[in-house]
């Protein structure tokens, strides 16, 4: 899950890029490119900075819990917020397939154990409550994807489960709500993204990880094939 940072931070933040980018502006002789200094100048900048500064180093390059680590998992949430959605747009079209096919939709119905809170008082009068046990309807929606100009094939599958969408805090409807996707390609998993909702804004929020970044190329594939 991506940290969350304060609005104080996240202001200073915005204050500084918007600096450093009006000052790379000056120094251009071209058209203003704020999206080249943002991936270029800006990185090189941040690797050439006093801070941080290590004594000693444990890894050369993608290090656990290092900047790179994190802000390569921090981008991959931003860009994969909207894409349950288109996925699940794209296994209903109907129409022409040409380079990217997606194939064999299945769809299960079946019931997934479950628990469910039961309120009570207790005895000097206060509000408790219980784990209870139960199944609640679930719907599981399997298909395979593929790339036929260049050869990437995979499979992914949807959850749902019956559930109650808020409209506002008050109101809600009843149907089965999409609880995660999961990504394959040749019998491994390579990315997982789970839907959390809000309830301050009344909207879901995807929350991906990925396996490895040996699964870069593939990753992109499925995004090709289904956003």
């Not at 600096?19 to 999206?35: G, M, P």
């Not at 709500?177 to 301050?200: A, H, Q, W, Y």
Request: proline content about 0%; overall charge negative; glycine content about 4%.
């Amino acid at each position: 899950m991506t940290m969350k940072v304060n609005k104080k931070l996240l202001d200073l933040t915005n204050k500084f890029l918007k600096d450093f980018l009006d000052a790379c502006a000056e120094q251009d002789n071209r058209e203003r490119d704020d999206l080249y200094h943002f991936n270029f100048t800006l990185a090189n900048a941040i690797a050439q900075s006093n801070y941080p500064k290590y004594e000693e180093q444990d890894t050369l390059l993608m290090g656990m819990a290092s900047f790179d680590d994190s802000i390569a998992k921090a981008f991959f949430n931003n860009r994969c917020q909207g894409f349950v959605e288109a996925v699940e747009k794209r296994i209903t079209y109907a129409g022409e397939q040409e380079d990217y096919w997606v194939k064999d939709v299945k769809c299960e119905d079946y019931l997934k154990d479950d628990f469910t809170l039961k309120f009570y008082k207790t005895e000097t009068g206060e509000n408790s409550f219980n784990t209870v046990k139960c199944k609640t309807k679930a719907q599981k929606i399997s298909f395979n994807v593929a790339n036929t100009r260049s050869g990437f094939e995979g499979s992914a599958v949807i959850y749902k489960a019956w559930g109650k969408e808020f409209i506002n805090k008050n109101e809600f409807v009843e149907k089965f709500i999409t609880e995660k996707v999961d990504f394959f390609c040749k019998g491994n998993e390579i990315m997982s993204i789970e839907l959390r909702f809000n309830f301050d804004t009344l909207k879901y929020y995807e929350e991906g990880t990925f396996t490895h970044y040996k699964y870069i190329a593939d990753i992109n594939s499925f995004f090709l094939v289904l956003g």
